[in-house]
């Protein structure tokens, strides 16, 4: 196996993992393929769909193909791109066993040529008590173990599953145990029933959990997850595959996906979508056909939406803009919006794994933005690599002007120059990042980004926060504030008042007006 980086952004990377001489691009949607129920045929998804993977259960094809002879999978299914293949796993959630052991489903799915390969773990269950997930962990592993001896030498590419459910501690161990084994790639099991119950924070802590401690080197697979609403925020905690039959099973009850929830096609008035299905086709045409047929056609639409976003986030990726389609995809369900919360405690995570510059300009949305790595960066790098000069002794704050660069405004330049006071230390408080020393107000992002007014109570609180923290950091003999009279300076005086003298503050909406300068000078001459 190889598997090349090509771009990243959060987490999310655009990856070629190449098995058997075929070649993937990631991350990637592989539909849930029943060999004897085809809703779509495998061809077509590779053919009309762009479907280079997809995912069948080679249990289902032992159980039906046993005594084929020289049973070939690709064949048996018609398709010639990648094929990975379940082990039965899932049948032992539904089911409670399976009638196979893991050494002959091994044997039977090197036998028949799958391309990636599912030992026969033990699922996690929802709503089992702790003794009995640790059980499905402890046996996950044991099986794991015991499966490296059968697996050796093979040119399928073997994944080792992650379980633990809910419970972080179980997953973050399994995570590291079966990391330290020599497979290709892991999977994060038993998500399906946190994401059918809407319970997508739990998702978060879940997925993130097994992506810190799981080896960063290798691919990972999000079994069960196949609606669209999720892929983004998925694709941004580092996930590379994804499979689902969501697209057929939705379709059968006739609900038609979309990127912001689903939609029952009895209420439908409008198909909003560009789809060929979508475009050729209203729902009075769709209405007026068979059952069956009706079905089809949405399942059709299922995969084109769900392959659709696949190449959305691509595009985020390679843009740097992932964060916001995360945060525009959240907004489809409050409980998207909680989950979009609760990753935001893994910010730091998110920051390490971003490019530093994209050659794109930032939007600022609100309070979730300040959670995006740029953000997090500058206030990491203003506390951690940045020294402010020596020679300053004295610190001027001032409000943001209204042109960027901050430090290019004629006012703050023609202030600065009729000071000409070399103990000063110029600084602007802008929203998101807090404090922006003039020197380096022209760097990238300073310089470069929109930010949503008026602001918000989370980002005003947020931004005085940083300034704070580095006025404790690096304190100096005195301190002048000049000021607007805005909420954000308002907080801000809230917050420093313990560390700025009351008299050494400016209240000037203009940096170059003659009051504001003369205050100033006044001022710089009192701290000889």
Known sequence: MSFELRDRDLLGRIGKLTVKGKTLETPAFMPVVNPMIQTIAPRRLKDEFGCDILITNSYIIRNHFLDVPNLELHKLLDYDGIVMTDSGAYQILVYGEVEVTQPQIIDWQKKIGSDISVILDIPTGWDIPRDEVEYTVEKTLQR????????????????????????????EKSAKAVGEMPFDLHALGSPTEVM???????????????????????????????????????????????????????????????????LQFKDLKYLPCSCPICRNKSPEDLAVLPRGERQRLIAEHNMHVTMAEMETIKQAIVEGNLWDLVETRAKGHAQMTAALKRLSKYDKYLEEGSDGFKGRGLFYYDYHSIHKPEVIRHQDQLLGSYRRPADKSILVLMSEPKNRPFSGNQGFTKLRKRMNDNRVHYCFVAAPYGLV???????????????????????????????????????HEHVVLILKDTPLEEALLEKLGDLVNSENIIKSEELGGEDTMESLEKLLRSFN
């Open 437 to 475: 020393p003039a020197n380096l107000a022209e760097t990238y992002p300073l310089s470069q980004f929109e930010m949503a007014k008026p602001l918000d109570h989370e980002t005003i609180q947020y931004t005085t926060e940083n300034v704070r923290q580095y006025m404790e950091k690096y304190p």
């Open 144 to 171: 794991a173990r015991e499966a490296l001896p059968l697996i050796e030498g093979s040119d399928n590419l073997w994944v080792g599953p992650i379980q633990g459910g809910k419970h972080l501690d179980l997953v």
């Open 196 to 262: 059918e119950r809407y319970m997508y924070p739990v998702l978060v802590d879940m997925a993130m959990t097994a992506k810190i401690h799981a080896p960063v080197e290798r691919p990972i697979h999000l079994f069960g997850a196949g609606h669209p609403n999720i892929f983004a925020m998925c694709v941004a905690m580092g996930y590379d595959l994804f499979d689902s039959a969501a697209y057929a099973l939705f379709a059968k009850d006739e609900r038609y996906l979309t990127v912001r929830g689903t």
